[in-house]
């Protein structure tokens, strides 16, 4: 992050180039890169409405619908409780991204969060950055992506794996991917298209055999309306649940804001956003909503409960027999694969835009673009975590831990995005604003997030969470110290340790070989300051 260096009093007072205005107030004030010199460098913009809607679309299409469905019925105990959450996650996920789509239409650039925190929080200087940096890198892993595949494809194999194959399984996905983006970025590309598209395909499939049991045209299921009659029946009645299975269905839905992190290679960002977002996010939405009524007509809330991460399959073997269920299982293990493309694209250029930044440390290396024109440091940086994760937890509850582990301190980060964007209403009053979302609608979004901080503190009933047995309020504990450990990091490297050294953290623009601009902090001795 940091090279020691004297510079004499007629160097430029802050290190960096004149800033040259090319975009709003409020786009001028994030970091110390002129808006053109943020989105110089990489692949250039290749991506249109279809292949953004398709990034949105990959990114929310995963491992959550064929997965999820039953840790969440199995938390709040009935149906109509989880189909109401369903929709509930669905209406959070529309105001989350009204409120993103001003901030990405106010301030086209990659990175997502980190440019509006760093737009809405510009003191301490660096603060924000670092917390929202240490949050993504070490939580920005797809290791659950990875471990559905692994149990779709040993479901499909039809044999008993150990956990250690498993894991072998796992890693030699994340290899995969990884290998794919850093020497094949246009193979990637058009991979994560093809696996969009099987995914749909597969959804719409699921949906519409839910309506041909519903209609009573499948004989292995005598009653499926049983599910729907007292639908409310056996609902928990404490708060935890509720938030712990809303965390899963609001990662289920996550990706809305996938685009955002990659606004520097997208077409026209700002009309193409407004478009697919909406498009993408309505059709995941409803598809979402028809596949649970689906698994409902099939089996009963007690079965879904027990089917765990594979519900899809069991959907497709109690309606088609065993050999469906494998089959099931191979293209669920085909989406889960082409969701680890999708977020692995997309977080590591969120890593490429935290190195730019200098947040971290030897940002040329993470920075780097070589040699394809990909950010290969960025994929190597999301490898690692994903990696470690996958080597380190045990594969029991694993799955719904890392779920609710990635949530709580999304919810917080989210909760501060909006936070700021009321901010920058007040002070920031005539920035143009070509989206500008209804003020009540990020209020529900607001309060929705808030919900998600307070209640995974309340004691569930008998006192377990659903990741026995880990203590219920451990991942919120665990999610806290890891935006704790952010603030440390912040100030030992940007207050102690300048002030220990007696130096300060000067920038200082240093562009890579294809353009990329990159700014690294100098160590600059305190006797060199002007007067």
Same mark, same amino acid.
């Given at each position: ?215 009573? $045209? !499948?004989?292995? =299921?005598?009653?499926?309306? +049983? #599910? ?6 056996? *609902? /928990? ?120 930044? $200098? !947040?971290?440390? =030897?940002?040329?290396?993470? +920075? #780097? ?6 950010? *290969? /440091? ?154």
């Amino acid at each position: 992050m940091t090279n020691s260096l004297s510079i004499t009093p007629n160097d430029s007072k802050d290190g960096v180039q004149p800033r040259v205005s090319h975009g709003t107030g409020v786009d001028e004030g994030i970091g110390n890169l002129t808006f053109d010199q943020y989105t110089t460098g990489g692949l250039g913009r290749h991506l249109g409405v279809v292949s953004t809607t398709f990034l949105i679309v990959g990114r929310i299409i995963g491992t959550g619908i064929f997965s999820t469905p039953s840790a969440i019925v199995a938390g709040v105990g009935s149906v109509g409780a989880s189909l109401m959450l369903w929709v509930l996650g669905l209406l959070i996920s529309i105001c989350g991204l009204c409120v993103w789509l001003e901030f990405a239409c106010m301030i086209p650039r990659s990175g997502g969060e980190k440019v509006y925190l760093e737009a809405a929080y510009r003191r301490p200087k660096m603060l924000m950055t670092s917390v929202f940096a240490v949050q993504a890198i070490a939580l920005g892993f797809t290791a659950s992506g990875c471990i559905i595949f692994a149990s779709n494809i040993v479901i499909a194999a039809g044999r008993v794996a150990s956990e250690w194959e498993k894991r072998g399984i796992a890693i030699g996905v994340i290899v995969f991917v990884t290998v794919i983006h850093t020497f094949f970025p246009k193979v990637g590309v058009h991979g994560m298209n093809f696996f969009t598209v099987l995914k749909i395909v597969l959804l719409l499939f699921i949906v519409v055999t839910g309506w041909v049991v519903l209609g009573g $045209g !499948v004989s292995n =299921v005598h009653n499926p309306h +049983a #599910s729907f009659r007292d639908a409310f029946a056996n *609902s /928990a009645q404490s708060g935890n649940p509720y938030a712990t299975a809303l965390f899963k269905v609001l990662n289920s839905y996550a990706g809305w804001s996938n685009a955002m992190y990659v606004l520097n290679e997208v077409k026209n960002p700002v009309r193409t956003i407004k478009i697919a977002g909406p498009l993408g996010l309505s059709l995941c939405g409803v598809l979402y909503l028809l596949a649970n009524v689906a698994y409902f007509s099939a089996a009963t809330p007690q079965e879904i409960a027990k089917s765990g991460t594979t519900v899809a399959a069991y959907f497709m073997g109690k309606v088609f027999g065993v050999a469906a269920k494998r089959a099931l299982s191979v293209l669920v293990a085909l989406s889960a694969l082409g969701n680890v493309m999708t977020v692995t694209f997309a977080q590591a250029r969120v890593n490429q835009e935290l190195a730019k930044e $200098g !947040v971290i440390p =030897v940002p040329r290396f993470w +920075a #780097s673009n070589w040699p394809f024109g990909s950010p *290969s /440091a960025g994929l190597i940086l999301h490898f690692i975590p994903s990696f470690i994760v996958i080597v380190a937890i045990p594969f029991g509850n694993a799955y719904n831990f890392i779920l609710d582990l990635e949530g709580y301190p999304g919810s917080v980060i989210n909760f501060l995005v909006v936070a700021g964007l009321f901010y920058l209403r007040h002070s920031e009053p005539d920035t143009p604003r070509p989206f500008k979302v209804w003020w009540p609608i990020a209020v529900f979004y607001m309060l929705g997030q808030a919900f998600q901080l307070v209640a995974p503190f309340l004691r569930p009933p008998g006192g377990k969470g659903d990741t026995p047995p880990l203590p219920y309020w451990l991942y919120c504990v665990v999610g806290i110290a890891v935006l704790l450990a952010s603030v440390v990091y912040w100030f030992v490297w940007w207050v102690a340790a300048p002030k220990i050294g007696k130096y300060k953290l000067v920038p200082q623009n240093e562009p890579l070989a294809d353009g990329t601009n990159v700014i690294v902090y100098h160590r600059v001795s305190k006797k060199f300051e002007d007067p």
